[in-house]
């Protein structure tokens, strides 16, 4: 009996003193424009291996994003394009002042492997789509917005028409950009954040500044979150120095804090 009086207390001690794992961090649930996802997810597991907080990740096109909000499905944090950000918070969906610009992401190309594309001008780029036997771009009925963008740098460049007969939607983007690799399609307009997304595809680089157009990203903060901290380190990590790189990599240009 003496025995279990002394090492209760004992145990108690030692409970106390060893450090907490990574599990037993806060969980959060994130609700994504897919365009951010890749970028995300690496920077969430650095991030989850310092602070022990989980991330989980639900990326998909920003219809559906707000087809799953508009259904009343439960998120720590949401990110999707930033008309549709704005439009929840005149609803009152967002814990107030929450919503804050996260990331752009602007149309490049993509083309075969070994392949050279001149984007250094606006005139080597409409060189470069005019040559084209075969042009793509994603098709923008699934309420993605690279496709919508595709068609307005197309415009910029005046060459609505011009490549209008020689364009091969695609209804799947590592589909699509497998045609691209076979070479049963010589080069596709895209998010950089989305090339590449089939092997044998690179990045070209971005269209010229002068015609870009770009999709703008917000972050919010739903009201059923009552518990913000986590989710405030989250963003605060994404947006620091040393994570740029990440974004770089992904096609992405992160909003600095």
């Not at 919503?99 to 606006?122: E, F, M, Q």
């Not at 040559?131 to 793509?136: C, E, F, R």
């Not at 044998?200 to 015609?211: E, I, L, T, W, Y």
């Amino acid at each position: 009996m003496l025995h279990r009086f002394r090492i209760a207390p004992l145990l108690a001690i030692t409970f106390l003193l060893v450090p907490a794992s990574p599990g037993a961090g806060a969980e959060i649930k994130v609700l994504n424009a897919n365009a951010l996802t890749i970028a995300m997810k690496e920077l969430a597991a650095e991030f989850s291996k310092e602070t022990g907080n989980q991330v989980t990740f639900s990326g998909m096109s920003p219809g559906l994003v707000d087809q799953r909000i508009k259904a009343g499905e439960i998120y720590d944090l949401v990110i999707n394009a930033t008309e549709s950000v704005q439009g929840f918070e005149k609803e009152g969906k967002w814990r107030p002042g929450s919503r804050h610009p996260l990331a752009r992401v602007g149309i490049g190309i993509a083309i075969r492997d070994g392949g050279k594309v001149d984007l250094s001008s606006v005139e080597s780029t409409r060189k470069a789509l005019l040559d084209a036997k075969t042009i793509t771009f994603s098709d923008s009925t699934g309420g993605g917005l690279s496709g919508i963008n595709s068609q307005k740098v197309l415009a910029n460049l005046g060459l609505t028409d011009a490549v209008k007969s020689k364009t091969k939607l695609s209804k799947d983007l590592a589909a699509g950009q497998a045609e691209i690799a076979k070479g049963e399609v010589d080069l596709g307009l895209f998010n950089l954040s989305e090339i590449p997304r089939a092997p044998g595809v690179k990045r070209a680089g971005p269209v010229p500044a002068a015609v870009q157009v770009y999709i703008n990203y917000d972050s919010a903060i739903p009201v059923t979150n009552t518990m913000p901290e986590p989710v405030l380190a989250l963003l605060k990590y994404f947006q620091r120095p040393a994570s740029r790189a990440a974004w770089d990599k992904a096609g992405l240009e992160v909003v600095a804090q």
